[in-house]
T-cell receptor, first 115, second 113 residues
Framework: DTAVSQTPKYLVTQMGNDKSIKCEQN?????MYWYKQDSKKFLKIMFS???????INETVPNRFSPKSPDKAHLNLHINSLELGDSAVYFC??????????????FGPGTRLTVL | RKEVEQDPGPFNVPEGATVAFNCTYS??????FFWYRQDCRKEPKLLMS???SGNEDGRFTAQLNRASQYISLLIRDSKLSDSATYLC??????????????FGTGTLLAVQP
């Protein structure tokens, strides 16, 4: 009965490779997010999708490409991985985008290590 | 200046102590405010929302001062299980349906037996 799930939990790969992280939520939410938490523990939003439409795209290298096949899924593909991409990537979801916002529920995170 | 600033700590307190965390935010147009908790190697989880009138949930009390752009969290009678990083979070609206959470860097609390 996991609310927001991500796979894989750990990902170790070589520089230059391409990898994907998958996220699924079973909460019936219509908005999903990707966050990056770096080694200094700073959590920063990367992307947000509402009803499969991209609504937030922070200043992220275009090597990062999110894809939302449906409201319950938001995947993140990363091309040509670099050392600086090493971080924990969290997926999150919420019911709707409003200023007062519903609670965001986070997945368990994917710990990416680029060697 | 960071959009949301917190003292990173660590705050080392004995069990039973009262501890207070503070946070300031830079954008006066910020819409809503939260405290999240993050355990080591885990995901952030909502602890409580923060309202101008102040709100309390058991041992936890949150306050918001919009004029000073300041948010606080008070934990009374600290338990060992309160040890975690406490994240101050501000929700900002960028027009229409676009709003996003801005996270502080977190304050680490270690409750000692």
């Amino acid at each position: 009965d996991t609310a927001v799930s991500q796979t894989p939990k750990y990902l170790v790969t070589q520089m230059g490779n391409d990898k994907s992280i998958k996220c699924e939520q079973n909460l019936g939410h219509d908005t999903m997010y990707w966050y990056k938490q770096d080694s200094k523990k700073f959590l920063k939003i990367m992307f947000s999708y509402n009803n499969k439409e991209l609504i937030i795209n922070e200043t992220v290298p275009n090597r990062f490409s999110p894809k939302s096949p449906d409201k319950a899924h938001l995947n993140l593909h990363i091309n040509s991985l670099e050392l600086g991409d090493s971080a924990v990537y969290f997926c999150a979801s919420s019911h709707r985008q409003r200023p007062e916002s519903d609670t965001q529920y986070f997945g368990p995170g994917t710990r990416l290590t680029v060697l | 200046r960071k959009e949301v600033e917190q003292d990173p700590g660590p705050f080392n307190v004995p069990e039973g102590a009262t501890v207070a965390f503070n946070c300031t935010y830079s954008n006066s147009a910020s819409q809503s405010f939260f405290w999240y908790r993050q355990d080591c190697r885990k995901e952030p989880k909502l602890l409580m929302s923060v309202y101008s009138s102040g709100n309390e949930d058991g041992r936890f009390t949150a306050q918001l001062n919009r004029a000073s752009q300041y948010i606080s969290l008070l934990i009374r009678d600290s338990k060992l299980s309160d040890s975690a990083t406490y994240l101050c979070v501000v929700n900002m609206n960028y027009g229409g349906a676009t709003n996003k959470l801005i996270f502080g860097t977190g304050t680490l609390l270690a409750v000692q037996p």
